[in-house]
C-alpha cells in the first residue's frame, strides 16, 4: 500500500492551498484518512481525520479554517487550507488505516510529507 500526497508549496500568509492525498496497492477498505503535520522539533499533530462516513475530527488549532474530505471510491482525502498563517508552515503527512483484505485487521500507513510554507 502507498499513499501519495501533493498540494503543497509556498503561500503568502491569509492564503489558501488544496492538499491531495490518494491510497493505491492491495486495499480491501480504508477506515480513517487523514493529515497530521509537524515541523523540526515537535512532535507530528493531527490535522483532520475523516471517517468513511465523512465525520471530520480536526485539530484544536484548525479553528474553522481548514475543511476536509475525501472520496472513498477513489481512496482518496484531501485537505482544503485557507486563511493560512506562518505558523501552519510545516511538513504534511496523509495517513490511512487501511484493511488489506478480509478479514484483516487496519494498518496505518503513510505517505511521504509535502511542504507548507507560509510566508511572504
Known amino acids: 500500500v502507498q499513499l501519495q500526497a501533493s498540494g503543497g508549496g509556498l503561500v503568502q500568509p491569509g492564503g489558501s492551498l488544496r492538499l491531495s492525498c490518494v491510497a493505491s496497492?492491495?486495499?480491501?477498505?480504508?477506515?480513517?484518512m487523514g493529515w497530521y503535520r509537524q515541523t523540526p522539533g515537535k512532535r507530528r499533530e493531527l490535522v483532520a481525520s475523516?471517517?468513511?462516513?465523512?465525520?471530520?475530527t480536526y485539530g484544536d488549532f484548525v479553528k474553522g479554517r481548514f475543511i476536509s474530505s475525501r472520496d472513498n471510491g477513489k481512496n482518496m482525502v484531501y485537505l482544503q487550507m485557507s486563511g493560512l498563517k506562518p505558523e501552519d508552515t510545516a511538513a504534511y503527512y496523509c495517513?490511512?488505516?487501511?484493511?488489506?483484505?478480509?478479514?484483516?485487521?487496519?494498518?496505518?500507513?503513510w505517505g511521504q510529507g509535502t511542504q507548507v510554507t507560509v510566508s511572504s
Open positions: 495517513f490511512a488505516d487501511v484493511i488489506t483484505g478480509p478479514p484483516g485487521r487496519p494498518q496505518e500507513y
Open positions: 496497492g492491495s486495499i480491501f477498505s480504508i477506515n480513517a
Open positions: 475523516v471517517t468513511t462516513g465523512g465525520h471530520v
